[in-house]
């Protein structure tokens, strides 16, 4: 994460700097548009997920905004761990997945006009919204009676003598136990940064930097032996693209 927002400084020192922004009455008007982007975040792994947007103009300095960011949200204590008798990896500790489903209305603020072709277009993001969320189990192979010729998967059950360390082969299959999810309701805000470094009038591309914190009503358990949150605060990173007119 640090070296994300390193890169980001940089170009936002570069933006900030361009002509563009002194160029105000050579920039070009637009009503509406829609990006999509990848998200890394500090509460997810190497891809954090994806973000969906549609915004429309309100007035010359301010759009609103309908939102949704699908997200993988993991434990801060999750650290991948090899089975020492398959070399496979798992999550040693962890129970459940929280695959978030956050809707977001908002209000993006226009600090600076981009000019045609060159600079970049500055808005201060602000939006909030219901997070919908599926707490799916995670599976994890073990072996029956010590045997790497017999297994089964399960739910990870740290009172389970079967579920010991040494007796973990790995993983589950690819969304085995998504039926057996349960909803998660809760809330969602952010605040943010959003650079638009595009050089065509209908296409957007950028990136967006900023904090955002998903609140449930109750405790989720992802880790039943560590200490498990209601509150999940995050800071992120999103590349986006999309199209506007």
């Given at each position: 994460?640090?070296?994300?927002?390193?890169?980001?400084?940089?170009?936002?020192?570069?933006?900030?700097?361009?002509?563009?922004?002194?160029?105000?009455?050579?920039?070009?008007?637009?009503?509406?548009?829609?990006?999509?982007?990848?998200?890394?975040?500090?509460?997810?792994?190497?891809?954090?997920?994806?973000?969906?947007?549609?915004?429309?103009?309100?007035?010359?300095?301010?759009?609103?905004?309908?939102?949704?960011?699908?997200?993988?949200?993991?434990?801060?204590?999750?650290?991948?761990?090899?089975?020492?008798?398959?070399?496979?990896?798992?999550?040693?500790?962890?129970?459940?997945?929280?695959y978030a489903f956050r809707f977001q209305y908002g209000r993006d603020f226009i600090l600076f006009k981009k000019a045609p072709q060159q600079g970049a277009e500055i808005k201060a993001v602000l939006a909030a919204g219901p997070s919908l969320s599926l707490l799916a189990p995670y599976y994890i192979e073990v072996a029956v009676d010590q045997s790497l010729f017999v297994t089964r998967t399960a739910q990870?059950?740290?009172?389970?003598?079967?579920?010991?360390?040494?007796?973990?082969?790995?993983?589950?299959?690819?969304?085995?136990?998504?039926?057996?999810?349960?909803?998660?309701?809760?809330?969602?805000?952010?605040?943010?940064?959003?650079?638009?470094?595009?050089?065509?009038?209908?296409?957007?591309?950028?990136?967006?930097?900023?904090?955002?914190?998903?609140?449930?009503?109750?405790?989720?358990?992802?880790?039943?032996?560590?200490?498990?949150?209601?509150?999940?605060?995050?800071?992120?990173?999103?590349?986006?693209?999309?199209?506007?007119?």
């Amino acid at each position: 994460m640090r070296l994300l927002f390193k890169i980001a400084f940089v170009l936002i020192v570069a933006a900030t700097s361009s002509p563009a922004l002194s160029q105000q009455q050579d920039s070009y008007d637009y009503t509406s548009e829609f990006t999509w982007g990848i998200n890394k975040n500090s509460s997810g792994g190497l891809i954090g997920g994806f973000t969906f947007k549609k915004a429309k103009k309100l007035s010359d300095r301010m759009l609103e905004s309908y939102g949704l960011e699908i997200m993988n949200v993991k434990h801060n204590q999750e650290v991948r761990r090899s089975s020492r008798s398959t070399g496979s990896f798992f999550i040693y500790g962890k129970s459940n997945y929280l695959y978030a489903f956050r809707f977001q209305y908002g209000r993006d603020f226009i600090l600076f006009k981009k000019a045609p072709q060159q600079g970049a277009e500055i808005k201060a993001v602000l939006a909030a919204g219901p997070s919908l969320s599926l707490l799916a189990p995670y599976y994890i192979e073990v072996a029956v009676d010590q045997s790497l010729f017999v297994t089964r998967t399960a739910q990870y059950d740290p009172t389970n003598p079967a579920h010991s360390f040494n007796n973990i082969l790995g993983t589950g299959r690819v969304f085995e136990g998504l039926g057996e999810s349960s909803m998660q309701v809760g809330i969602n805000a952010k605040a943010a940064l959003n650079f638009e470094l595009g050089i065509t009038k209908s296409q957007v591309a950028g990136f967006e930097i900023g904090f955002l914190v998903d609140t449930y009503f109750h405790d989720i358990i992802l880790m039943p032996t560590a200490e498990n949150y209601s509150v999940f605060p995050t800071v992120f990173f999103t590349l986006f693209y999309g199209n506007r007119k």
